[in-house]
């Protein structure tokens, strides 16, 4: 159908609560009122595995590793240190023992970088 063809349906606006659009019973009324959900599932093996796993990395690696931290300016500096090791320095052994901003420039020989983390 063309914009101008598209029936008129009640749109969601803003909700007031993200997690409104998450809840098991918003969820129930999608699927009672034949509506596809515009977000991913939550809960599952999918949400947010690869942040989740990068913070898994961060608090095992630094956090617990190197505390118990006396300040946050100790945490956020040593949060950089980690950030720096873990793009440049890291040996990553799925990309040939590389670092990851190493494999990434070698995949983009031609974009000049500026140096950032």
């Known amino acids: 159908m063309r ?3 598209t ?3 009640e749109v969601l606006r803003r909700p007031v609560e993200s ?3 998450t809840s098991i019973s918003f969820t ?3 699927i009672a009122t034949d509506i596809d959900a ?3 599932s939550v809960g599952d093996a999918y949400d947010n595995a690869l942040a ?3 913070i898994g990395l961060y608090k095992t690696e ?3 590793r190197r505390g118990p931290w006396r300040t946050r300016d100790q945490v956020e500096y040593a949060t950089l240190e980690y950030i720096d090791w873990y793009n440049n320095r890291r040996l990553h052994s799925r990309i040939g023992h590389l670092p990851p901003a190493e494999h990434e420039a070698g995949a983009y020989p031609g974009c000049r970088t500026r ?3």
Do not use: A, C, F, K
């Open 28 to 30: 129930d009324h999608l």
């Open 19 to 21: 997690t409104q659009y």
């Open 115 to 117: 140096g950032y983390v």
């Open 38 to 40: 515009s977000i991913g």
């Open 62 to 64: 630094l956090i617990t």
């Open 52 to 54: 989740e796993s990068m």
């Open 7 to 9: 029936p008129d349906v």
């Open 3 to 5: 914009p101008s063809q």
